[in-house]
C-alpha cells in the first residue's frame, strides 16, 4: 500500500487549484439515472470515490464516457462525464460494490422513482460512526414506496409511481435530503421538504435537477418544495468547488505559516470555517475567482469551535481544525454534534505530540509549541488529512501509512502542496 512521507517545516507559498467537490459530484451522478437523456457534468474530480461510483452506476447498465482532455488542461482541471442511462438493465446494487461506499445507496431514489423498484444492500458501518439509512427510508415512504428488508437490502417498491407527500426530517440530513429531492422530482404532486439540508452540494443537484426539467423551489433553504414531472432529460452541469478542499488547504497554510491563493472556489461555500480561521489569526481574503490564506509571524490563536449542519461549521473540517489547534497558544475545545464517533484522528494526532483528550463529544486540546513526526494512520478520509496537516507543521518526517483514504476525497494533494514548497513524496507500493 502506497504511503505520503512528509517533512515538515517548511511554509508554504504558491496557488492550489481547487477541484469540483466530491460530495457534489456523487448524487450528480446518481442523478443521472433519473433520465434516459445525457447529463454531462464538468469538473468532476479525479477520485477514488468517482471511479467506484462510475462501476455502480455502470453496473445498473449506465454508459459513461470521460471527454477527452483539451490543450492546455493538467490531470488537475476536472473532467468531464458524459452519462447515459438510456439502457438500465439492473436495479439491483449489490453489497459488494455498495459497501465500497456509503454515498451509492442514494441510488435507491432514483431508480425506485423512474422503474418502480430497487433492491439496495444496506451500507455498512463507517469508521466515524453508526450511519443509519432509516431518515432516507422515511422519505421514500411519505412518497408511497413500500420499503422491505431482504438479506440485507433494502427492496423499495411503488406499483404506479412515487407520489408528492411532506416529508419532515427530524433531524438534518444531507443523504435524506438529497434521496427526498430526487424521488420527489419524479413523484405525482407537489412534496414538500422540512427542515432539510441547506449543504451547497443540496443546492448544486437541486440546480441541475431543474436543468434537468425539474420543478424545485427553496433549496437552500429548511424548506423545499418539489412539483414533480412526469420525466426529466438532459442536462449540462458544472460541479461546484470542493469546500472541504478548500478549507482544508486554508488550514494547512494556517499551520505552516505562508501565503497562498486557493483558485478556483468559493468563499461563500464555507464562511463559518473561514470566520473562524479568521478568529485564530490567520489572514483570509475573498478573491473574485478564489481565496487568500496567509499567517506570518504570530503564532495561531486558540478557538473553540462546535461542528453544525450547513452554515455552521463543518463536520468534515473537525479534524484537520483539530491539527491546527495542536499548536495553538492556549486550550480549544472542539464539539462534534454530526457523527458520534469522529475523533479517531485523536489518538493519532497524539502520536505526534498533540496533547487532546475526550470528554465525551467534546475534545479538549491544549496547544503544544512543538510536534514530532512518526508513523501514523488513519481510518478515514478526513482524519488522515489531518494527519497530513499535523505532518507538514512536525519537525522530522511522518510518514502516512492507508494512503488510499486521501486518494477517496483528495486529488493529487502531493503535487498541489509540493508545488508550494511542502516536503512531501508517495512512496508506492
Ligand atoms: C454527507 O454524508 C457527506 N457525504 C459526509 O461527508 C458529511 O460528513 C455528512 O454529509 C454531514 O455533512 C457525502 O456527501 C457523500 P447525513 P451523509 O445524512 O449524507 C444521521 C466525507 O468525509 N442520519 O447528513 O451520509 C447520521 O448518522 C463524508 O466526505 C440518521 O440518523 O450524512 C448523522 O448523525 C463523511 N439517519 C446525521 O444524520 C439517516 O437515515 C447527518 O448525516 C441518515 C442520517
Same mark, same amino acid.
Given at each position: ?176 435530503? +438529497? ?8 413523484? +405525482? ?81 464555507? +464562511? ?100 514530532? &513526526? ?30 488510499? +483514504? ?14 508550494? &514548497? ?8
Amino acid at each position: 500500500m502506497d504511503r505520503i512521507h512528509i517533512t515538515g517545516g517548511a511554509p508554504l507559498h504558491g496557488e492550489i487549484p481547487i477541484s469540483g467537490a466530491k460530495n457534489a459530484a456523487l448524487p450528480l451522478m446518481i442523478a443521472s439515472l433519473l433520465t434516459g437523456e445525457t447529463v454531462e457534468l464538468a469538473n468532476v474530480p479525479r477520485l477514488a470515490d468517482i471511479a467506484s461510483l462510475l462501476r455502480i452506476l455502470g453496473n445498473h447498465g449506465v454508459d459513461h464516457m470521460v471527454v477527452g482532455k483539451r490543450p492546455g488542461q493538467t490531470t488537475e482541471t476536472g473532467q468531464t462525464i458524459r452519462l447515459t442511462a438510456s439502457n438500465v438493465i439492473d436495479t439491483t446494487a449489490p453489497y459488494d460494490l455498495v459497501s465500497t461506499m456509503r454515498a451509492s445507496f442514494w441510488v435507491i431514489a432514483p431508480l425506485v422513482a423512474r422503474f418502480g423498484e430497487a433492491k439496495v444492500s444496506m451500507p455498512g458501518g463507517c469508521a466515524i460512526g453508526t450511519r443509519p439509512v432509516d431518515l432516507l427510508l422515511m422519505a421514500l415512504e411519505r412518497l408511497g414506496a413500500t420499503i422491505e428488508i431482504d438479506g440485507g437490502y433494502v427492496v423499495a417498491r411503488t406499483r404506479n409511481g412515487l407520489r408528492g407527500g411532506e416529508i419532515s426530517f427530524p433531524k438534518v440530513t444531507v443523504g435524506g435530503t +438529497h434521496v427526498a429531492l430526487m424521488a420527489a422530482s419524479l413523484a +405525482h404532486g407537489t412534496t414538500v421538504i422540512e427542515n432539510a439540508a441547506r449543504e451547497p452540494e443540496v443546492v448544486d443537484l437541486a440546480a441541475c435537477l431543474a436543468r434537468m426539467g425539474a420543478r424545485i423551489e427553496g433549496a437552500g433553504t429548511p424548506r423545499i418544495v418539489v412539483e414533480g414531472v412526469s420525466r426529466l432529460g438532459g442536462a449540462r452541469h458544472e460541479v461546484l468547488p470542493d469546500r472541504i478542499e478548500t478549507g482544508t488547504y486554508a488550514m494547512a497554510v494556517a499551520m505552516t505559516g505562508g501565503d497562498v491563493v486557493l483558485r478556483d472556489t468559493r468563499a461563500d461555500l464555507l +464562511h463559518s470555517a473561514l470566520d473562524v480561521l479568521a478568529t485564530t489569526g490567520t489572514e483570509v481574503t475573498a478573491l473574485p475567482d478564489g481565496i487568500r490564506v496567509r499567517r506570518n509571524g504570530a503564532g495561531v490563536a486558540a478557538v473553540d469551535v462546535t461542528t453544525d449542519p450547513f452554515p455552521g461549521f463543518p463536520t468534515d473540517l473537525q479534524a484537520q481544525f483539530m491539527a491546527l489547534m495542536t499548536k495553538a497558544q492556549g486550550q480549544s475545545r472542539i464539539r462534534e454534534t454530526i457523527f458520534e464517533n469522529r475523533f479517531m484522528h485523536v489518538q493519532e494526532l497524539a502520536r505526534l505530540g498533540a496533547r487532546i483528550r475526550l470528554e465525551g463529544d467534546v475534545a479538549v486540546v491544549e496547544g503544544v509549541d512543538r510536534l514530532k &513526526g512518526a508513523p501514523v494512520m488513519a481510518t478515514d478520509l478526513r482524519a488522515s488529512v489531518s494527519l497530513v496537516i499535523a505532518g507538514l507543521a512536525a519537525e522530522g518526517e511522518t510518514v502516512i501509512n492507508r494512503v488510499y +483514504h486521501l486518494d477517496r476525497g483528495f486529488e493529487a494533494l502531493e503535487a498541489k502542496l509540493g508545488r508550494c &514548497g511542502a516536503a512531501i513524496r508517495r512512496e508506492r507500493a
